[in-house]
């Protein structure tokens, strides 16, 4: 069993996801709502010093079309300085469609995220969990057999 953590990189906030190998799931963990490098970075080590993950998924955005995304460069200078800060392992994983899906997610569970400023506030979050979910669906099913 591991601990992984998944990051939604975005130039003004970025999502956080917890997730086990174990169980196969991942849940929203928090938003680190900084642009500041030193901010970002000194939120990323509490959550490692708590969370103890072996590995790192950052998500990589591709176009519709699934050419690369003009931020794609950036998450991997992101990924990069993960790497070289805590020396733990880092994978990408495509992540064309989170944020929709995340927003799909918290729309229809209603109540109190019926409001935008609610779903927003969490949005980045919820869209890490999809991308670590789907890097541990993946990751399962090749572990199976199966694709």
Same mark, same amino acid.
């Given at each position: 069993?591991?601990?992984?953590?998944?990051?939604?990189?975005?130039?003004?906030?970025?999502?956080?996801?917890?997730?086990?190998?174990?169980?196969?799931? =991942?849940?929203?963990?928090? /938003?680190?709502?900084?642009?500041?490098?030193?901010? *970002?970075?000194?939120?990323?080590?509490?959550?490692? =010093?708590?969370?103890?993950?072996?590995?790192?998924?950052?998500?990589?955005?591709?176009?519709?079309?699934?050419?690369?995304?003009?931020?794609?460069? !950036?998450?991997? *200078?992101? =990924?990069?300085?993960?790497?070289?800060?805590?020396?733990?392992? /880092?994978?990408?994983?495509?992540?064309?469609?989170?944020?929709?899906?995340?927003?799909?997610?918290?729309?229809?569970?209603?109540?109190?995220?019926?409001?935008? *400023?609610?779903?927003?506030?969490?949005?980045?979050? /919820?869209? =890490?969990? !999809?991308?670590?979910?789907?890097?541990?669906?993946?990751?399962?099913?090749?572990?199976?057999?199966?694709?």
């Amino acid at each position: 069993m591991s601990t992984l953590l998944g990051f939604d990189f975005g130039t003004a906030r970025i999502g956080v996801a917890v997730g086990e190998t174990e169980s196969g799931l =991942a849940q929203p963990l928090t /938003v680190i709502h900084s642009e500041a490098n030193d901010v *970002r970075f000194s939120e990323i080590a509490k959550l490692i =010093a708590e969370w103890k993950p072996a590995t790192l998924v950052v998500g990589m955005p591709n176009t519709e079309d699934g050419s690369e995304h003009t931020l794609a460069p !950036r998450c991997r *200078r992101f =990924a990069n300085q993960l790497n070289g800060r805590f020396s733990l392992p /880092v994978k990408f994983f495509d992540e064309t469609l989170s944020s929709a899906e995340a927003e799909e997610m918290l729309r229809q569970a209603g109540g109190k995220f019926s409001d935008w *400023r609610e779903r927003k506030r969490l949005l980045d979050a /919820v869209a =890490a969990q !999809r991308i670590l979910q789907s890097y541990l669906d993946s990751t399962l099913d090749s572990h199976h057999g199966t694709t």
